[in-house]
Structures are given as structure tokens and as C-alpha cells.
């Protein structure tokens, strides 16, 4: 799990030194945000996905025709009025598209993130081995780095040590970009047919994963934020967290499928007689 906190200190200062602080929003709200969003997405995910994409298509056709579109035949307004109809057509009638274009992104995430827990993250350790200090202190010397080294060292962006960590795991392992390319791929087009064919299914499975995982990360922003110790100590149980994480995520899953059960068909009059 220190591998895994590693990454996370190195996000955290790319944003601080790539982000103005005025451009990064207080932490406490957002987090608060972050979490009643996520339990609605939870609770309701599946049954707003189709309303909240013929709004957003509407807004944004409505919005394309105002900007962008010249309206010298017709007012305004009414060139808005159409385009917003037909987006949020568009947002409507294909919303098994959408729904399928989404489950593909998701199950591609998932896939690499998984793969990358496995086989990637490991290598952070051994990568941070290369360093000349680590390199000497194995070695049984005392290594005093140069100014320039130590400056160097302590002015490394995370952008560079993106790069040189991307080099080391290449560089150990042959086939990495190939499989990464590969996972991905397969993934994405699973996550595409699965969401186009079982949409409903695929709505439970994503909103729940996507609701907890909201879920999730706003707490533990709160926990960064307001209590550091409490933060690391929760990223040094892994178990704890995914058991945590588990438990939601299958309340989630429950949740939706009752709510989002197939009604029996009332009996007609003439069935009645």
C-alpha cells in the first residue's frame, strides 16, 4: 500500500505546483458535494440516467444553435427551441448507446486499474530503488548528492517522474504497452456490447460502481484535509477500505435491482371476465 501512496503524494504535487491556488475550490465543500452526489447516484443512478441525458443534450443543442449556428432565417429562440428537441431526441432515443459508450469507458477503467494494481504498481518500489541514494546505501556508502543532484531531486515534477517511472516498467517488462493496449481494448468493446444489449443491467452495475466510489473518495478528501493521521492510517489497511468499499457497493447493487425490478402487468378488464 505504499506504492499506491506514493502515487497519490505524486497527484498531490502535480496539483500544487501545476494548479493556481486560487483555481483549486475548498476541499471541504467539494468532498461534502462529492458524497451527497454519490449517494444519490447510488441510490438513483439507473432510474436518472435517462432524463439527466435528454436534459444535457437538450441544454447543449440549445446551447450549439445559440453559439455557433447562424440564425438569420428564423429567430433566435425558436432556432434554439429546435435544437434543443432534437438533442434531447437524440439523448432519448439512443440513450442505449450512450448508456453503452459509458459502460465501456467504465469497464476499461476497471480493467486497467486492475491490471495496472497488479503488475504496474509493484514496480514503484523497485523504480525508487534507481535513486543514487537508495543505490548507495545498499551498497554499504555514505552518498552525499551534489547540490545540483539534491536540487534536482527535489524539483523533479511529477510529469518527469511519470516519464521515467513509464520507462522503468517498459524497460523491465517487455510486453506491458502491448497487453495494456490489449486489456483496454477488449474491455471497452465488452463494456460497449454489454451496454447496448443488457442496458438495464448495465445501469445497476455502473451507477452503483460509480455512486461508491463517490462515495468513497469523499470521505477519505475529508480525512486528507482534516485529519492527516486518520488518512494515512486507513491507506495502510487496504483490507479495511476494500471491505468498506465491498459492503456499499453491494447495498448499492441490491438497492437499485429492487428499485429498478420489472412491475407485473396488471390484468386487464376483459382477462378479469
Sequence with gaps: MNDLSHILEQGQRF??????????????????VILAVGVLV???????IRPLLTIGFAAAGGWLVLKQV???FIP?????????ILAGGLGYFLHRLWVGIGAAVLLTTLALGVFGYFQILPEVSTFEETSPTVAAREAGEFALLTPDEQRQYMERSPEKWARDFWSHVTDRQAGVQRNVALIGGIAALVGLLIGACAT?????????LLGTSLVVTGPML???????EAYRS??????????AGAGLLLSSLILQALLNRRRPERPTLESDQ
Design 15 to 32: 496539483v500544487e505546483q501545476h494548479v493556481p491556488p486560487d483555481a483549486i475550490p475548498p476541499v471541504v465543500p467539494v468532498a461534502i
Design 42 to 48: 447510488s441510490v438513483l443512478g439507473a432510474r436518472l
Design 70 to 72: 447562424c440564425t438569420c
Design 76 to 84: 433566435q429562440p425558436v432556432a434554439a427551441v429546435i435544437g434543443a
Design 200 to 208: 438495464r443491467f448495465a445501469l445497476i452495475v455502473s451507477t452503483s
Design 222 to 228: 475529508l480525512g486528507a484535509r482534516l485529519c492527516g
Design 234 to 243: 486507513a491507506l495502510d489497511q487496504p483490507n479495511l477500505l476494500a471491505g
